[in-house]
């Protein structure tokens, strides 16, 4: 197989993208490196697809390795022919691999290899030519009884024919792939109360049935978890008759002979014993892994979102982590993170400890100055925010709330690197620390966390574990690498991240960093321990140095192109000061009067690499979370009881999948706007028009306070 020829089709672009593409990932670049830093190579592809293309490479790759073992195991058994080894060169899959390898392969004792042991074979070989003047299969027979091997009768040994028979039938790698083809165009997914009278979250597929070409990935999914539970029967059914005809015509010869119905006999015991069991597991199998790649696809889309959300910039923060029994956890963090005080409410106990937590908070917010409070999520959250809303109203200070998922906090605040952080403190108080500075900056927070417990998607858990963390580590070092990260102030989490550094590297900084004061330079990374010459190229232009004399460590201006960068300012008549100061339009004007394509041949750089060189020195030490709209802050409350039906509200989208997004509209309870409800256009995925964060108007449907349910619509209403 020619690998760059196929990613070329498959990925619609150039082959010499294809070519430069795969060179930097076997020269050991970082995807965030090669996105940003080698544009020009690759024809500005951006990170996901430059990750799609080194899992797709990997896969190519073991196909052909899977081929190469495939082909010396048959040559081995002296089997090898022009027909399977084309078989081989063309197979696209591994499935067809597999097909390709299934005669070939050594089986475990099944009925066909007793028979043939008993010495079957000649008969099975006589039977399935299907001579038109042959003698029937039960005359044949006879000359196969042999009780010393264990065929007393003539029925022993036509039993044992059709066993061979069968078998051969099954491992035909042609009737194999057509009955797959015919399972996926005509198959239905059948799924069964295993109790019909057992209450379950499943009753919409106690009896259900759905095309294998329409079934939806989350019904995919949750028919997988309801049958593990024991609550489904599942099955992947096909017309007999069909599957009888691909059979048939493979194997019946084109004249009727004495032998054509025993043929026909052991066809059908192939198909319902062995093929249609094994062909059954591999559609569900199939199904599953695309709901699974789709699913993690969502996720991995969330989490980006929930990453990449702005950060509330220079604020005192008043973390509150609610509980009941044990109370509510309270933590203030300066503007940095850095905690300044600790402490417990008893927000949900008796009035006098009410009005001690009154106390207690309104001291915190009034001595350190608090602007931004963040309430977790979880258990006595609604109690926490009503406090909350009616605290803010006595006191007038001009500070709003906004509730924080706290997925993944108590995992985090139980963990080595939180004890190693806050040793001080117990695991509760870790999580206030924890929820707070999640509003002031969700990324550098949220870094800590395994990405699988922060919760955004569907039926997470029921992912394959590998490819899950891939794909969501893949998302965290995108996410980090686009920001940047200060390296005087990163954690070494957050320095884990970034293209090149591992986590021994992210310690060393941290080491070097403590030991020696802080950076002054992007250069000093040299001198951090087990920071090589190559882990500087990759890392170098995603630190942050805003303590540096030279402006460009404060930029997103790869070292490599510092020259081009000084080259640049000097041609447009402007200094490092400019820059410093913010002359963007200047820059911009002059680069505008002498043109992109001139001066990017004059600075030896791509124009690729000149754009980001441009808007680099526009905006030194540019956030690009800071374009995001900031998060929407509350300062009052509300009850699900108060909603109406047609009631117009601002809300935040909490959670995006496959049938619909989650959006909080500040009543402690998500409401669902339903796929159908989003757009008037059609869209095939929610994520198509809301994301992760994104403030929308949305307004009521429906509201079943019993059930906790809230139905809504982004639909504008049609004028009466």
Known sequence: MDIIRKLTEEFKIQPWQVENTVSLIDDGNTIPFIARYRKEAHGTLDDQTLREIADRLEYLRNLEKRKEEVYSSIEGQEKMTDEIAAALENAQTLAEIEDIYRPFKPKRKTRASVAREKGLEPLAAAIYLQEVNSPYPEEMAKDYIDPEKGVETAEDALQGAMDIIAEDISDNANIRRRLRNLFTVSGEVVSKAADPEAESVYTQYYDFSQPVNKIAGHRVLAIDRGEREGFLKVSVTLDPVKASNVIVSETLAPNESPCTETVRAAGADAYDRLIYPSVEREIRSMLTEKAAGDAIKVFSQNLRELLLQPPVKG???????????????????????????????????????????????????????????????GTASKETEIFTAELLKEISSGAGYMVVSEAGASVYSASKLAAEEFPQFDVSLRSAVSIARRLQDPLAELVKIDPK???????????????????????VEDAVNSVGVDLNTASPSLLSRVAGINSTVAKNIVAYREENGAFTSRSQLKKVSKLGAKAFEQCAGFMRVPE??????????????????????????????????GKAEELKSAVEKIGEEKLAKELDIGVPTLHDIIKELSQPGRDPRDELPPPMLRSDVMDMSDLTVGMELQGTVRNVIDFGAFVDIGVHQDGLVHISQITDKYIKHPSEVLKVGQIVTVRVLSVDVKKGRIGLTMKKPKEA
């Open 315 to 377: 604020k005192v923060a008043l973390g509150l982590d609610p509980g009941y029994r044990t109370g509510c956890k309270v933590a203030v963090v300066d503007p940095t993170g850095r905690v300044l005080d600790t402490g417990v409410a008893y927000i949900t106990h008796s009035q006098a400890k009410q009005l001690e937590a009154k106390s207690l908070i309104k001291s915190l917010i009034l001595k350190y100055g608090v602007e931004i409070i963040a309430i977790g999520n």
């Open 548 to 581: 540096s004399k030279n402006v460009l460590d404060n930029t997103g201006v790869h070292p490599e192109s510092y020259d081009a960068a000084k080259r640049l300012l000097e041609i447009c008549s402007l200094s490092a000061k400019d820059v410093a100061q």
């Open 453 to 475: 417990a922060i919760g955004v998607g569907q039926y997470q858990h029921d992912m394959p574990k590998k490819e899950l963390e891939s794909a969501l580590d893949g998302v």
